[in-house]
């Protein structure tokens, strides 16, 4: 089936549509100096961005993306709570939209197409992020990371997708910057669009074997029009 013929588009948010890995960095930074802990460059937390709040901060805590075994789960939970309360105070302070992104989600919600949110974030930062970039009414449907028991990769989130938009996975197209959606794409039964721009943890997307790869918002626009 090819693009042009899909009309529910589900995207990701971060790295996808909002770069907001500064923020996160913020954040991340603010948090870490509470607990008098080191703290980091924006590029190195770019890299542990995309597997959800949680994971975000233990990978912090770690000083690397790969998780350090011993680390306290109360610790987390502490640095967990502080980095929320962080976050909510920088949600758009330095995010901004990728190139092309309003203008592109206007023109195809106009255009008749079907728009949703399927994020790791926390439910609750969605719509105050999208209020504060300008596209807060042109999605109808918004999952968060914790909406249900289990997130990307896992497919739960997409399946959950269909059943509220009452549509078939071959309707559906998953637009993400990471191999979190490619793979949920994949277990889901759904095509998917890698966008090579965000932060796939410094991994080539194309590897993860999408059936569409665009390195910009533009083109995949271009591609999705009928």
Not at 51 to 72: F, H, T, W
Not at 107 to 134: E, S
Request: proline share 3%.
């Amino acid at each position: 089936m090819s693009l042009e013929e899909k009309n529910v588009l589900l995207f990701d948010l971060d790295g996808t549509l909002v770069d907001s890995g500064p923020d996160l960095a913020l954040a991340v930074n603010r948090t870490l100096k509470e607990l008098n802990k080191a703290t980091f460059d924006q590029d190195t937390i770019h890299h542990w961005v995309g597997n959800g709040a949680k994971v975000l901060i233990e990978r912090a805590l770690s000083g690397s993306a790969i998780i350090d075994k011993q680390l306290e789960e109360s610790l987390v939970q502490e640095a967990l709570a502080i980095f929320l309360k962080h976050y909510q105070e920088c949600l758009c302070i330095e995010s901004v939209l990728y190139d092309d992104v309003k203008q592109g989600l206007l023109t195809l919600k106009t255009a008749g197409f079907r728009l949703a949110i399927i994020t790791n974030k926390p439910a609750i930062f969605i719509q105050p992020i999208l209020t504060g970039l300008g596209i807060d009414n042109v999605f109808e449907l918004l999952i968060g990371g914790d909406t249900l028991a289990d997130k990307k990769p896992h497919p739960a989130q997409l399946h959950y997708a269909l059943e509220q938009l009452n549509v078939t996975a071959e309707q559906c197209v998953m637009i993400g910057d990471s191999k979190n959606d490619i793979l949920a794409a994949k277990a889901a039964n759904i095509d998917s669009v890698g966008l090579t721009y965000g932060y796939n943890y410094g991994e080539d997307i194309n590897q993860y074997q999408p059936q569409w790869c665009f390195d910009t918002f533009a083109e995949l626009l271009t591609a999705l029009k009928h």
